[in-house]
């Protein structure tokens, strides 16, 4: 998975009732935390930067994931738009060339 980003673009994974994909995405986080094999980077932008803000129910994970060396990318004109530019509490605020650029770079990329 060295070679893999993850596409984040929902405040949680999948079509369900809000606490429900919160679990799912801390699960999902968690256990990719504890994979010997981890994605080169994540990329969060449109309500998926809701997960990297203050009050996020997955920061711990995401914390975890960065500590171990993911890369974190956060939109900044999604952070913008919902008025969180002050709230981030883990990656580094980027733009669509930075998503664009770890596309190019990766041999897989997942979206969830």
Same mark, same amino acid.
């Given at each position: 998975?060295?070679?893999? *980003? *993850?596409?984040?673009?929902?405040?949680?994974?999948?079509? /369900?009732?809000?606490?429900?994909q919160h679990k799912l995405a $801390?699960?999902?986080?968690?256990? #990719?935390?504890?994979?010997?094999? #981890?994605? /080169? /980077?994540?990329?969060?932008?449109? +309500?998926? =930067?809701?997960l990297t803000v203050t009050g996020?129910? =997955?920061?711990?994970?995401?914390? $975890?994931?960065?500590?171990?060396?993911?890369?974190? *990318?956060l939109c900044s004109t999604c952070?913008?738009?919902?008025?969180?530019? +002050?709230?981030?509490? =883990?990656? @580094?605020?980027?733009?669509?060339? +930075?998503? @664009?650029? $770890?596309?190019?770079? /990766?041999?897989? =990329?997942?979206?969830?």
């Amino acid at each position: 998975m060295k070679d893999t *980003i *993850i596409l984040v673009t929902n405040n949680g994974m999948g079509k /369900a009732d809000l606490a429900l994909q919160h679990k799912l995405a $801390a699960k999902y986080f968690e256990l #990719l935390t504890e994979n010997t094999h #981890l994605p /080169a /980077a994540i990329c969060f932008y449109a +309500d998926g =930067v809701k997960l990297t803000v203050t009050g996020s129910p =997955v920061l711990a994970q995401l914390k $975890a994931l960065e500590e171990k060396g993911v890369r974190l *990318i956060l939109c900044s004109t999604c952070l913008d738009y919902y008025g969180l530019n +002050d709230q981030a509490q =883990v990656g @580094i605020v980027g733009g669509m060339t +930075d998503i @664009i650029e $770890a596309q190019t770079k /990766a041999s897989k =990329v997942i979206s969830i």
